[in-house]
């Protein structure tokens, strides 16, 4: 593969696209950019809009012109955004696609793939319902398979460990049927530019990033 990849992951909540997109970010030497734990951290400094916390907790979208700006100017305008990157979380929205398109158009870049982890609704929904996070340093556990060192605390820093208010029950309701109407059109976009990159995600991480791995190093 290109040696500065600009790739972008695709799948529902839960498929396990942030734990793909750190793995990637490792193999090839790349930053990784999630605007889901942008948003996190802005909250956690006490940053975040009221009504920007409220519609992510209830599992709503941040409107396209706001991440829009939030990734250009957090991200893939800097420095390390220079040589390759993985999105993980955006683009989410068709409008979104288009304006990464146009933005790398600009510079004479393009993206060198869309990597979609697949996996049934079923299987996303349990392993979001397992998820705890640290709310101090952000780590992600599973309570079904990947516990802590110790129940219910954080192994970096000893944290109780608490549900994302976006991973309960109704919110990932939300979530996973704002992924069917409105996300899952990226498929198709992706699709039709021949840069799609379908992965099973039913498998252990480690499985999963091989067949990533496969596909990229050795384009059929
Ligand atoms: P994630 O960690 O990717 O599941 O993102 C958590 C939440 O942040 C989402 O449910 C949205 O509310 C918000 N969010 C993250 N990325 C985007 C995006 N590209 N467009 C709109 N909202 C986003």
Wanted: aromatic letters at 8%; hydrophobic letters at 40%.
């Amino acid at each position: 593969m290109a040696q500065h990849p600009r790739i972008i992951l695709l799948g529902l909540p839960g498929s396990g696209k942030g734990t793909q997109g750190a793995l990637i970010a490792q193999n090839w030497r790349v930053p990784a950019f999630s605007s889901g734990e942008y948003f996190r951290n802005l909250r956690r400094e006490g940053k975040l809009p009221a009504e920007v916390s409220a519609k992510i907790n209830a599992g709503g979208l941040v409107s396209d012109e706001d991440v829009n700006m939030i990734v250009v100017e957090s991200f893939l305008s800097t420095q390390e955004a220079q040589a390759g990157f993985v999105l993980d979380g955006y683009p989410r929205t068709v409008a979104q696609a288009a304006f990464l398109d146009e933005y790398l158009t600009k510079q004479n870049l393009s993206l060198t793939a869309a990597v979609y982890v697949d996996l049934p609704v079923e299987t996303a929904f349990r392993r979001i319902s397992g998820r705890r996070v640290c709310p101090a340093d952000g780590s992600v556990y599973n309570v079904y398979y990947s516990q802590p060192e110790r129940e219910g605390l954080c192994n970096l820093c000893g944290a109780p460990l608490i549900q994302r208010e976006d991973d309960r029950e109704e919110s990932v309701k939300t979530r996973m049927s704002t992924y069917e109407a409105v996300t899952k059109a990226l498929t198709v976009y992706y699709g039709d530019q021949g840069k799609l990159i379908t992965v099973d995600g039913a498998s252990d991480p480690g499985v999963v990033f091989a067949r990533i791995q496969g596909v990229l190093d050795d384009p059929a």
